[in-house]
């Protein structure tokens, strides 16, 4: 079973820039989808990216061009670079690994990492 850990979060002016990382531990890690999902208050958890095995990536129409997906699979690591962040981008970010691009995640959901933007 894979276990993630999300980290990087914290407190940012809007337009400003965050680099989220997710490890994990597990060798299915570098031949699994991963998605990045987000959980603003009173909201429910919402689907942001996601990144493939060899690279590829999806996103939700209101990050693109904002946000990118990375992923180093030998550090077992994956990453979301966000940059003109936004104040409705507050949110804690969650990682996991999933059977398709939107959707269909099997692994623990972790801690999440807090992403605060200030207006």
């Known amino acids: 079973q894979v276990q993630l850990v999300e980290s990087g979060g914290g407190l940012v002016q809007a337009g400003g820039s965050l680099r989220l990382s997710c490890a994990a531990s597990?060798?299915?890690?570098?031949?699994?989808?991963i998605g990045w999902y987000r959980q603003a208050p009173g909201k429910q958890r919402e689907w942001v990216g996601a990144i493939s095995s060899d690279g590829n990536t999806v996103y939700k129409d209101s990050v693109k061009g904002r946000f990118a997906i990375s992923r180093d699979n030998f550090k077992n690591t994956v990453y979301l670079q966000m940059n003109s962040l936004k104040p409705e981008d507050t949110a804690v970010y969650y990682c996991?690994?999933?059977?398709?691009?939107?959707?269909?995640?099997?692994?623990?959901w972790g801690q999440g990492t807090q992403v605060t933007v200030s207006s």
């Open positions: 996991n690994v999933q059977r398709t691009w939107w959707g269909g995640v099997f692994g623990s």
């Open positions: 597990g060798r299915t890690f570098s031949t699994n989808i």
